[in-house]
């Protein structure tokens, strides 16, 4: 992979991290990247580790919890605000994300977020997919 | 014991020294050429104290193969990650949008601030924040929530 094709992954997932609740698809990301479709999707998993889609709904996640954890929003209204056209999309994402429901996960998560910044703490508790597989959201805090 | 110079490692020296001195407004300080490694920095305008120093690595340093992959990680963002201070974050924003700058993130409200995140020209994050205090509060386990609670 060259350098100036990794820049072009690059961009692409600064506009995901950027414009996480907007319609991104393979197909616009890859428009973006200047590659095809296929060449995209098999270069940016190379690159970062997982599909573009799946990086979409794990950034989507990782605000949810975001706004679940910090926010009195509804659960309905932390669905649409971070980009899911669904109650039920969201839901199963989020569950396969944190093997967890989103009430669920608020409820466990009273008294978060750690003491670093907020823009820091959310690049390292981001969920990390691994295939199928997806890693559990941190710990609530010692109490 | 103080920091005089941080190093930041760069894809291209000329194009990094552009960015940090025409979009940013960085001062250089330093250019010289120490036979094998050029040695470059800018200072930030209200701190000329502090010296970035825009790396190139390669051999001796390293070999090769470690360069190149040294330069792929910064090319992801995987790099380094700057952290800045300014008076008016959001009119920088603004003025770094219409510079055409590389946004990783607007201006959010954190509990110590209001913040935005960009790439230089070589894809590391600079996170500019602006202090003035906002309505979200901090960690209440944090030193500073407790040194402001002390102080109360």
Redesign the interface.
């Known amino acids: 992979m060259t350098p100036e094709q990794i820049v072009h992954l690059r961009r692409a997932k600064d506009l995901v991290d950027r414009s996480y609740a907007q319609p991104l698809d393979v197909l616009a990301l890859a428009s973006h990247a200047h590659m095809s479709p296929a060449h995209f999707a098999r270069q940016f998993k190379e690159a970062f580790g997982e599909s573009p889609h799946q990086y979409v709904l794990t950034r989507r996640v990782e605000r949810a919890m975001e706004l679940l954890r910090n926010t009195d929003a509804t659960v309905t209204d932390v669905c649409f605000e971070v980009g899911f056209q669904s109650l039920g999309s969201f839901s199963s994402a989020f569950r396969r994300v944190t093997d967890m429901t989103p009430t669920a996960y608020r409820a466990t998560a009273i008294g978060y977020p750690p003491t670093v910044p907020g823009c820091w703490a959310a690049q390292w508790t981001r969920p990390v997919g691994r295939g199928a597989e997806m890693e559990k959201p941190p710990p609530p805090p010692r109490k | 014991m103080k920091i005089t110079i941080v190093a930041l490692r760069v894809?291209d020296q000329d194009s990094a020294l552009k960015f940090y001195t025409q979009t940013l407004g960085f001062t250089q300080t330093e250019d010289m050429d120490l036979g094998g490694m050029r040695w470059l920095t800018v200072a930030p305008p209200d701190q000329p104290e502090l010296n970035i120093l825009l790396e190139r690595v390669g051999p001796p340093f390293v070999d090769g193969e470690t360069a190149a992959q040294l330069?792929?990680l910064v090319?992801?963002?995987a790099g380094g990650t700057l952290f800045f201070q300014v008076e008016d974050v959001r009119g920088m924003f603004d003025r770094l949008v219409d510079q055409g700058v590389?946004?990783?993130?607007?201006p959010?409200e954190?509990?110590?601030g209001t913040?935005i995140?960009i790439?230089d020209d070589s894809?590391n994050q600079l996170?500019i924040n602006e202090t003035t205090p906002t309505n979200?509060p901090w960690?209440e386990?944090?030193?500073t929530a407790r040194a402001q609670a002390a102080a109360e």
Do not use: C, T
């Open positions: 894809l330069d792929a090319a992801k963002g590389e946004i990783i993130q607007e959010i954190r509990f110590y913040d995140a790439r894809g996170r979200v960690p386990d944090s030193m």
